[in-house]
């Protein structure tokens, strides 16, 4: 990404989703969100529903990125099989682990992903030297800073070929500062933080967003991909708000 103004940054929006819901990419594809986000670390997933999900949320048209379950090569790279057009990679120690594991979403000579076959290929040859350059600049890869150690190693990170952006965790960030969850003035330090030097490196800012908070912070620090929501809280939402009207009209 080119360096631009805070003004002239476009924001990615993908629906975030904790269970394999297919109606949920329809409803990501209805409601004009980029792209659907699933979250594997947390969420409920299996290796052949992630496959799935992938491809319908191609055949859909919509991008479709992963936090992956750990910082490995193999959580990494079977999602990047299956199709999926980037990473988010959790519990990212420091610059040496950031370049490690951004290695495995990357082909030689720019990362250390290994070469296999699949969606990836369409179900086909392996590719040459243009395929995998143009791999390399399509996946993208992005750590997540929620320990002591990335966000203080957060500028260098950003500096690596390999890494495309940053996505925050602010709730293990809080906690890994000592701050047992309560979220005070020192919180929006560390966000402004990373926005900064994502902004200065010119490469991608993301974070869930859940709300109008959530919202006005991302638009004032230039957020590049926007994590809405998640599919069971966008329901728990539509179900309230449709109740709340029945029990008005029709009454309690």
């Known amino acids: 990404m080119a360096k631009q103004t805070l003004k002239q940054r476009k924001v990615t929006y993908t629906l975030w989703l904790s269970t394999a819901n297919r109606a949920a ?4 594809k209805a409601t004009g969100c980029h792209g659907i986000t699933l979250d594997l670390e947390h969420g409920v997933f299996g290796r ?4 799935h999900m992938v491809l319908l949320a191609k055949e ?4 479709c990125y992963a936090r992956v379950s750990e910082p490995t090569r193999i959580a990494i790279q079977q999602v990047l099989d299956s199709g999926a057009d980037g990473v988010i990679v959790p519990h990212v120690d420091n610059l ?3 370049e490690e594991i951004a290695s495995y979403a990357k082909y030689p ?6 070469v296999g076959g699949g969606r990836t290929f369409g179900y086909g040859g392996l590719g040459g030297p243009k395929f995998y350059a143009a791999q390399n600049r399509h996946v993208r890869c992005y750590p997540m800073v929620e320990t002591v150690g990335a966000l203080a190693d957060v500028e260098v990170i950003l500096k690596l070929r390999s890494v495309d952006g940053i996505f925050l965790g602010p709730a293990d960030l809080n906690m890994a500062r000592g701050r047992k969850g309560t979220f005070g003035r020192a919180d929006p330090v560390d966000r402004k933080r990373v926005a900064d ?3 200065a490196a010119g490469k991608d800012f993301g974070m869930n967003v859940f709300g109008r908070d959530d919202m006005r912070a991302a638009r004032d620090i230039g957020l590049t ?3 809405l929501t998640d599919d ?3 329901l728990i939402a539509g179900v309230g708000d449709v109740l709340g009207d029945a029990k008005k009209i029709i009454g309690r």
Not at 25 to 28: D, L, S, V
């Open 25 to 28: 990419i329809e409803a990501a």
């Open 48 to 51: 052949e529903s992630v496959d």
């Open 60 to 63: 859909a048209g919509l991008a």
């Open 96 to 98: 040496a682990h950031a």
């Open 109 to 114: 000579p720019m990362g250390d992903r290994s």
């Open 197 to 199: 030097a994502c902004m």
């Open 225 to 227: 991909f926007a994590a």
């Open 232 to 234: 069971v809280t966008a």
